[in-house]
Structures are given as C-alpha cells and as structure tokens.
C-alpha cells in the first residue's frame, strides 16, 4: 500500500504561480509512476500530468502543456506539480496519484490516490 499527502494548494489570481508537493509513503518501493489529476466541481476527474519513478519521463495534458511542470524526488519520495499562468478553468481539487502496475500509459489508472488539495483560481 501507498500513502500519498498532498500539499500546496490555495486561492491565487488568473496569471499567477502555485507549486504542489504530494509525499508518498510506505511501500515506496513499488511505485512505476506518480501523476497528478484534478476534478472541479460537476466534471469528471482528469489527466493533469505524470513522471515516471525511474526515468523521469513526463506526460501532460493538451490544457496544460507550456503552464505545467512536474518533477520528481526519488529520495524523497516527493512528486512536485508547478502551475505558471493559472487561468480560472484550472479551479479544482487536484489529487496526487501513484502507479504500482507499471502501466505504459499512466493516464489510463493510477492504484493509490491522496485525499486531494484545492486550488481556486479568481478571474
């Protein structure tokens, strides 16, 4: 099992920079890949981004890429997701996630997931 504590989130205006951190836990020795994903109230949970655990190879959603940086720290056990020019449709909660399965496209599932932080964007 995999335990995953996200941290970060807040109020920020259209433009501005929010950096969220996701702390994994316990069995850290199975994880293949984190990721972060995200639900606004009314839609469906969403692909936001995802590195793999030993590669650091990254992945990231057309509505994200160029804003959106993810990064890892194996030592740590640490997932990071910097957000640059937050617009208000990047309003919601976002949710850290950890793959044990070794899945080729991590956006198709995720095993462990964190309770979830909110990020609220003003216009």
């Known amino acids: 099992q995999v335990h995953l504590v996200e941290s970060g989130g807040g109020l920020v205006q259209t433009g501005a920079s929010l950096r969220l951190s996701c702390v994994a836990s316990?069995?850290?020795?199975?994880?293949?890949?984190m990721g972060w994903f995200r639900q606004a109230p009314g839609k469906e949970r969403e692909f936001v981004a995802a590195i793999t655990w030993s590669g650091g190879v990254t992945l990231y959603a057309d509505s994200v890429k160029g804003r959106f940086a993810i990064s890892r720290d194996n030592a740590k056990n640490t997932v990071n997701l910097q957000m640059n020019s937050l617009k208000p449709e990047d309003t919601a909660i976002y949710f850290c996630?950890?793959?044990?399965?070794?899945?080729?496209?991590?956006?198709?599932?995720?095993?462990?997931w964190g309770q979830g932080t909110q990020v609220t964007v003003s216009s």
């Open positions: 316990e069995d850290t020795d199975n994880i293949r890949a």
């Open positions: 996630a950890a793959d044990t399965a070794g899945r080729l496209n991590p956006t198709e599932g995720m095993d462990y």
